[in-house]
């Protein structure tokens, strides 16, 4: 029987593990995947220092794009889904018959499952996405149209759906994007620049990005995707960065605020970038990072209107794969964005990520 490699997570804070497990024959109802591309995401990050709690030994990661290898001719037929398909893998298992469900915002099951929980010592072993070969439930596979690079369409592969979902809550609650002239983005990790990229595609005319601090080449790739200024609080400061906004926006602050830092001292600054009536867009606080203090009188005197957003939905993952289908003038762009390791240079692969030094760390097949 073939061996593969996957990095497991044993305690937190502590190196991953590289282990072998044997291949077997897919269970009914799942397919056997092998690896294409596999992200590292912020909230790993989190996950590896126990923001988020796990049970452990764990194979982490829900970003793996891979080749479908085995499926049972029944699960083929019931979902579309054949044997040397390149498909996405979307962990979330929602009910399907709670209230949220029911409503159509399963991406905020009360009953949220995940497809990579399941414990690596009991087979198929390789639930999640840090492996070289992956078992996921076939009914979580998404088909890429095959005109897409599976390692570009990796890049946002988690981050675009994110962004997209979050669009989707502010479009429900009567937010419109054409009527936006002057947004901000707060953050320039992979949801930030997906939320610059799309922005733009959406036509909105002035896309500002703030960071924390200046990064030369992160920065130099939002220019590149469209940004009209990349701003940063310890260069240009609170004053600094509003003046530059109001100056885009004739006078006024920005129309709509993105917080994708996930920086708990953003919201204060991001509600105090936004003109009476602006709309705060938060899908970038996804662990708890603490608390901070707020003026809610802000919120009331501004009449501000702020929207959370944290999961997405199958029907994002389309979403985003059609975004991606509709842009083609976007691939090379993206594809520069990632830096590639393999499944056993993980624990490099991840201090680079803690170390905010790749714009998107991806795990590919050794070459
Ligand atoms: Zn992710
Ligand atoms: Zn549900």
């Given at each position: 029987m073939r061996k593969v490699r996957a990095a497991v997570l044993?305690?937190?804070n502590r190196p991953f593990e590289i282990q072998e497990f044997e291949l077997t024959n897919p269970p009914e109802g799942m397919a056997k995947i092998r690896l294409i591309a596999s992200g590292i995401c912020g909230t790993d990050v989190h996950i590896y220092k126990g923001k988020i709690p796990v049970n452990m030994p764990a194979i982490i990661g829900h970003e793996f794009i891979g080749e479908v290898e085995a499926l049972s001719a029944s699960d083929s037929k019931q979902y579309?889904?054949?044997?040397g398909d390149r498909v996405i893998v979307d962990i979330a298992c929602p009910c399907g018959h709670c209230r949220l469900c029911r409503a159509g915002d399963d991406a905020n099951c009360v009953h949220m499952g995940v497809t990579?929980?399941?414990?690596?010592?009991?087979?198929?072993?390789?639930?999640?996405?840090?492996?070289?070969y992956n078992y996921s439930p076939v009914k979580n596979l998404i088909k890429i149209p095959s005109e897409l690079n599976p390692v570009m369409v990796d890049v946002f592969a988690c981050a675009g759906p994110t962004v997209l979902h979050a669009f989707q809550l502010a479009e429900k609650a009567g937010?419109?994007?054409?009527?936006?002239s002057t947004a901000v983005i707060q953050g320039l990790g992979p949801v930030g620049m997906f939320a610059l990229l799309y922005l733009k595609a959406m036509g909105v005319p002035n896309v500002i990005a703030v960071t924390g601090s200046r990064k030369e080449e992160r920065d130099q790739y939002a220019r590149q995707l469209g940004a009209a200024a990349v701003l940063s609080m310890a260069d240009d400061g609170q004053e600094g960065i509003l003046a530059v906004i109001e100056r885009y926006n004739d006078g006024l602050a920005a129309d709509l605020v993105f917080e994708?830092?996930?920086?708990?001292?953003?919201v204060p600054q991001g509600l105090g970038m936004l003109r009476n009536r602006g709309v705060y867009l938060i899908?970038?606080?996804?662990?708890?990072s603490g608390a901070v203090e707020i003026e809610p009188q802000k919120i009331t005197f501004n009449a501000l209107h702020l929207i959370g957003s944290s999961q997405y939905a199958v029907e994002d993952v389309k979403a985003y794969l059609q975004f991606l289908q509709n842009n083609p003038q976007l691939y090379a762009a993206i594809d520069r964005l990632h830096t590639d390791y393999s499944v056993p240079q993980i624990n490099e692969a991840f201090q680079a990520v803690q170390a905010g030094k790749n714009i998107k760390t991806l795990l590919v097949p050794e070459r």
């Open positions: 044993t305690a937190t579309g889904i054949q044997a990579n929980g399941g414990d690596p010592a009991i087979a198929p072993h390789l639930y999640g996405g840090y492996a070289e937010c419109k994007l054409r009527e936006i994708s830092s996930g920086n708990p001292r953003a899908p970038g606080q996804y662990s708890n």
